[in-house]
């Protein structure tokens, strides 16, 4: 994927943005109530996070000093825990409105400004980077207890599978274990294909390419990102034939069932 704009990762909010927008219209109470693929949170408090965090980036400016004000999440959560259904999908319009607004009167040239991110000090396009792939795996924590289809396809799917393939090196070097002298392919197949290629020399280092990677793994975009996620059961995907390897046997499963970096 090329070094994306402002206006790609704007438009990719913006659909994001409509996707909640929706389930705040359409989702019953009951629905609102279900419990979600995040242990703590129901489906209605996964739509408070996600978007609770976009009112408290509202304002901020990348620094690399000052991080944003997380401690307004707090009061944000206690304004929407208190509204009723409509009171509740207003306020996360409202929010969603004025963050593209915001966003639309940032100067292109921001991506690239120096920033705190969520990963350390990188730039503010890793910064919306990373946004993309939380408000995209957020829907899917939704989606999948609902029994919902998602659309893995286009810049957000990309943008997902593009924050995990910046932790490849350490999912295979300290998640997976992969040892020093091997390799491996991840192989992502469907509406967003992708090869990415992991060697371990002195450490796991992701390479262009590999002439014979010691297993492959093969897998859709949306298993893979929630996979590493650590939000669904790769036993389940495994015996569901939703990722599969060829090559060395062991390691194929051990890096199957390795992959979550984060929860």
């Not at 004025?98 to 705190?116: F, K, W």
């Not at 995209?136 to 943008?159: K, M, N, Q």
Request: aromatic share 8%; glycine share 8%; net charge negative.
């Amino acid at each position: 994927m090329t070094s994306p704009s402002l206006a790609d990762f704007a438009a990719a909010h913006e659909q994001l943005f409509e996707q909640y927008n929706e389930l705040c219209a359409t989702l019953t109470d009951e629905q609102m109530g279900t419990q979600s693929l995040c242990p703590d949170w129901k489906v209605r408090d996964v739509i408070t996070h996600a978007i609770g965090v976009e009112a408290v980036l509202n304002g901020w400016a990348p620094s690399v000093e000052d991080p944003p004000p997380f401690e307004q999440l707090a009061a944000f959560t206690a304004e929407a825990d208190g509204l009723n259904r409509d009171g509740f999908g207003a306020l996360i319009t409202s929010t969603t409105s004025s963050r593209l607004s915001e966003m639309a009167e940032l100067d292109p040239s921001v991506v690239d400004a120096p920033s705190i991110t969520p990963t350390g000090i990188d730039t503010y396009g890793r910064f919306l980077q990373v946004r993309i792939f939380d408000l995209w795996v957020h829907l899917r924590d939704i989606a999948i207890p609902l029994g919902t289809a998602t659309d893995d396809s286009g810049f957000s799917a990309e943008t997902a599978l593009a924050e995990v393939g910046s932790a490849l090196g350490y999912i295979v070097g300290k998640k997976i274990g992969l040892p020093r002298g091997k390799s491996i392919a991840f192989h992502i197949e469907g509406e967003v294909a992708d090869d990415l290629y992991v060697e371990v020399a002195e450490r796991a280092t992701p390479v262009d390419s590999l002439d014979a990677p010691d297993v492959e793994l093969f897998s859709d975009v949306g298993t893979f990102v929630m996979l590493a996620a650590g939000r669904i059961d790769p036993e389940a995907q495994i015996d569901s034939g939703t990722i599969r390897w060829t090559g060395d046997a062991e390691w194929g499963r051990t890096a199957a069932e390795n992959l979550a970096y984060t929860r």
